[in-house]
């Protein structure tokens, strides 16, 4: 099945950190722009960092600028999002999606979505 799966996840300290992983199934990641967004309880989808499939830059959030920090590995065929200085309002569901582009932090023209994974940070 092809697919993106997410993981990295849990309960972390404000201050903490987590890394999060996107890995690939049955299909190669280097064809692909990678973006991670993340939606809170009652609040919209935001997409947090975005890295490109060609020259792999890097776009965040303002939010996030500076804490977060997007990478790739495509011989590994994962995305990863390492998340520094943890504050509670970081707490969302995070998911990452592949498609054609960046549009700054944005992933456009979507071709796979993960399930996300829960982020929960306490103050």
């Known amino acids: 099945q092809v697919q993106l799966v997410e993981s990295g996840g849990g309960l972390v300290q404000a201050g903490g950190s987590l890394r999060l992983s996107c890995a690939a199934s049955?299909?190669?990641?280097?064809?692909?722009?990678i973006g991670w967004f993340r939606q809170a309880p009652g609040k919209e989808r935001e997409g947090v960092s975005c890295?490109?499939?060609?020259?792999?830059?890097?776009y965040y959030a303002d939010s996030v600028k500076g804490r977060f920090t997007i990478s790739r590995d495509n011989a590994k065929n994962t995305v990863w999002l390492q998340m520094n200085s943890l504050k509670p309002e970081d707490t969302a569901v995070y998911s990452c999606a592949a498609g054609r582009q960046c549009l700054g932090r944005i992933v456009l023209n979507k071709h796979y979505w993960g399930q996300g994974t829960q982020v929960t940070v306490s103050s």
């Open positions: 049955r299909f190669t990641l280097d064809k692909y722009a």
């Open positions: 890295i490109s499939r060609s020259d792999g830059a890097t």
